[in-house]
Each structure stands twice: as structure tokens, then as C-alpha cells.
């Protein structure tokens, strides 16, 4: 069977990949009195009183809703919220897995703004944060933040923040191998929506000197009039140098490139026209914008894809179990900037510099304790940046 016919037998055999655990064993009348009527009245009782005792008291303060609308699953796109519950399903199976959080999928039909903002604030209080995952741009911006004005718990879009937290750990270690300080970086990003537009703010916190991005209207420079309205914004961040043209244009003389966006984009002899040193990040998956063998071709020194099967394997896993572990234990009011920063150096010192190489700049999914580490950087830059409380 090929893995695509396995893994849908495998869910007709699941039948769901989630199910209710209980806590409180109810075995006789004693156990119901507990748990349930008439005993249960006094934690109610006690979180009138004071609402931040439902943290202590229920599973408020290990619980996230992970919430989507189905406009943009990975990248079969806009099939719809029911058809997106295994990916949310799977999502959640990752946050307990590598996170010890517990995640509950919430498929909400609707395309509207308000909407969805509306649903996801008036469920707050009943989780400890919130997980965007899979909302199409640009719909995706102004929903994480209405939420995150209208919410008191931490709100966080994955298909952004995550992928460039771990591409920012990844490229902490590669310009370490490289020798290159990011200040005399240039950028090219490929991608100018949720995932590429996220990695080009992110980059520019980490301090890349210069990023250029591109997406299907070619280079984007903001002093192009024909720079669509959805690209605007982020046109005006990057391309301090109006550079115009192609792909092939953008990565003359530049340093790094990421790829957030469709298959065979990129040739070997664009990689050639890079610096020396160079370092591709290439993540549309399945099939990357150049693959790892033509980017070596070209003379990459360091190359990143989001698969499974070749080295540095650039995987949300590895931020976003930690990102909620850590904003949990703190009781985090939102995920800041200072947060993600401290989870993407986190990831690059979780590899000694002893074993650094080309090939290892970045923990595997599967390596044990990736998620605790980048959680106690979390938790620690919340209390430093005063949004712990707790």
C-alpha cells in the first residue's frame, strides 16, 4: 500500500485520532458526590469568586483550542472545516505528544471576520490559549489580532509564527557555521503570505540586514504601483533597495534563501549566483522549490527542507508544543515577541556547538527534550517581558 492508501485505512480504523480521558474516577455514589452534584458546587462557588480559580480547578490551565475554518489546509486549500478536522485532529495529537498539552479541535463554518473572532472570544473561558491553524491570508492577520485585543489568554497563529520561529533557530546555527553576522545578510523569501510574511518580520527581529520577497507578482518593492493591497504592508518592510525582476534576480548576491511556497521555482544555477556559503531553506513540501541535490549542485553550504527524509528538517513541531508548554506554566496573557525570540534560540542552543555540522543545525522532531527546553525559554522570557501570571 502506498502511504497515502495506509493512511486512510488507518483512520477508518481510528475513527478520530482523539477521546475524552477522565481524571476523576466515578465508581460509586461517593464518587459522584465529588465529582459531580452536589460537591461540585463549591469550585463553582469558589471561580465566581474569583475567575482566575478556574485555572486551578478545572483543565483550563493545560488546555488550548485548536481552531480552523478550512480555508487554507496544508496544501490542499479551501476544503472546507469538516474536511480539515483530521489535520486538527493530528495537531492536537502533536501538542500532547511533544507538549503535554492538552488540544481540542474546533472547526467553525464560517468565512467571515467577525465571525470567527466572535466564536473564538466567547469560548475563551474555557481554554488556557488559543491555536490559529490553517485560516487563509489574509483573513488570518486581522483574526489573531482582534483576538488577541479581545482575549486575556495567549493567541497564536502556527502557520506564521511557528514556521518562523523554527527557521529562525535553524538560521541562528547556519550563519554560526558560515561565519556571516546577519546584519551583512541579504534574504530572499519566497511566499509572501501567512507563513513567508511571519518569517520576514521575524527575520528582521532577528536582525537580517536585508530581505527581499517574492511571490507570484515577481520581487515586491514597495515604490511598485502594481504591489497588490494584501502585499502592501510587507512590501514596505523589505527591499530597502527597490531591487525589481524575478526570483533569478533577487537571489544574485544574496545569502540566504526561504521557500514557503510551490515546487521548482528555483534552479541550480540560481543557487550558484548566491555568496559563497550559501544556505537555502526550501520548505513547500511535498516537493520543495529546489531540491536538496540540485541546491548542493548549485554550491549550497548549508540546505533546509520541511521533509522527513533529508537532514534539517525544518518542523513547526519543534516550536509549537514548547511555545504553548511555556505559556501555560506561566499562565501567559499573550505570546510576545520577546517569547518567540527566546523559543528560536532556544532550538539552536539545544545542539552543542560541538556537534554542529552543515548537516545538524537544528534538534530533530523526535529528539527528547526539544519541547521543555524551548517551554522554560518561553516561560522565562514571559516573566522577564511581564505577561507571566503566575
Known amino acids: 500500500m502506498t502511504t497515502k492508501e495506509l493512511a486512510l485505512q488507518k483512520h477508518y480504523e481510528w475513527r478520530g485520532k482523539l477521546e475524552t480521558s477522565v481524571r476523576s ?10 465529582a459531580y452534584t452536589p460537591g461540585v458546587a463549591e469550585p463553582c462557588l469558589e471561580i465566581q469568586k474569583d475567575i482566575n480559580k478556574s485555572y486551578e480547578l478545572t483543565r483550563r490551565w493545560n488546555t488550548v483550542a485548536v481552531i480552523t475554518n478550512g480555508t487554507a489546509v496544508l496544501g490542499l486549500g479551501d476544503i472546507g472545516p469538516e474536511a480539515g478536522m483530521p489535520v486538527m485532529e493530528g495537531k492536537c495529537v502533536l501538542f500532547k505528544e511533544f ?12 468565512k467571515s471576520i467577525d465571525e470567527i473572532v466572535n466564536t473564538c472570544a466567547l469560548l475563551a473561558g474555557s481554554f488556557g490559549g ?23 489568554i495567549p493567541v497564536f497563529h502556527d502557520d506564521q509564527h511557528g514556521t518562523a520561529i523554527v527557521v529562525g533557530g535553524a538560521l541562528i546555527n547556519a550563519l554560526k557555521l558560515a561565519g556571516k553576522k546577519p546584519e551583512n545578510c541579504r534574504m530572499v523569501i519566497s511566499g509572501a503570505g501567512a507563513a513567508g510574511s511571519a518569517i520576514a518580520r521575524f527575520m528582521l527581529a532577528l536582525g537580517i540586514g536585508e530581505i527581499i520577497m517574492n511571490d507570484r ?28 525582476g524575478t526570483i533569478a534576480d533577487g537571489l544574485r548576491g544574496a545569502d540566504i534563501f526561504v521557500g514557503v511556497s510551490a515546487p521548482g521555482l528555483v534552479t541550480s544555477e540560481m543557487v550558484a549566483s548566491m555568496n559563497e556559503k550559501s544556505i537555502v531553506f526550501s520548505m513547500a513540501n511535498p516537493v520543495p522549490e529546489i531540491m536538496p541535490e ?35 506554566d506561566v499562565r501567559a496573557s499573550r505570546i510576545n515577541e520577546e517569547m518567540k525570540l527566546a523559543a528560536a534560540h532556544a532550538l539552536a542552543e ?17 529528539e527528547p527534550g526539544v519541547g521543555a527546553a524551548v517551554g522554560k525559554a518561553v516561560a522565562d522570557a514571559a516573566r522577564r517581558s511581564g505577561v507571566a501570571r503566575a
Open 99 to 110: 507538549g503535554d498539552v492538552d488540544a481540542i479541535p474546533l472547526c467553525v463554518r464560517s
Open 217 to 244: 507578482e515577481g520581487l515586491l518593492s514597495a515604490d511598485d504601483p502594481n504591489v497588490s493591497p494584501a502585499r502592501r504592508e510587507i512590501a514596505s518592510l523589505t527591499n530597502p533597495n527597490h531591487v525589481r
Open 350 to 366: 539545544f545542539i552543542p556547538e560541538s556537534e554542529l555540522s552543515p548537516t545538524r543545525i537544528i534538534p530533530g522532531a523526535f
Open 25 to 34: 474516577c466515578v465508581r460509586n455514589a461517593e464518587d459522584l458526590t465529588l
Open 294 to 328: 540540485e541546491s548542493k549542485k548549485g554550491g549550497a553550504f548549508i540546505i533546509g527542507t520541511g521533509r522527513s527524509d533529508y537532514p534539517n528538517q525544518i518542523n513547526n513541531v519543534l516550536a509549537f508544543p514548547g511555545v504553548f508548554r511555556g505559556a501555560l
Open 130 to 152: 488559543i491555536n490559529l491553524e490553517d485560516i487563509a491570508a489574509p483573513d488570518c492577520f486581522e483574526i489573531e489580532r482582534r483576538l488577541q485585543e479581545r482575549c486575556d
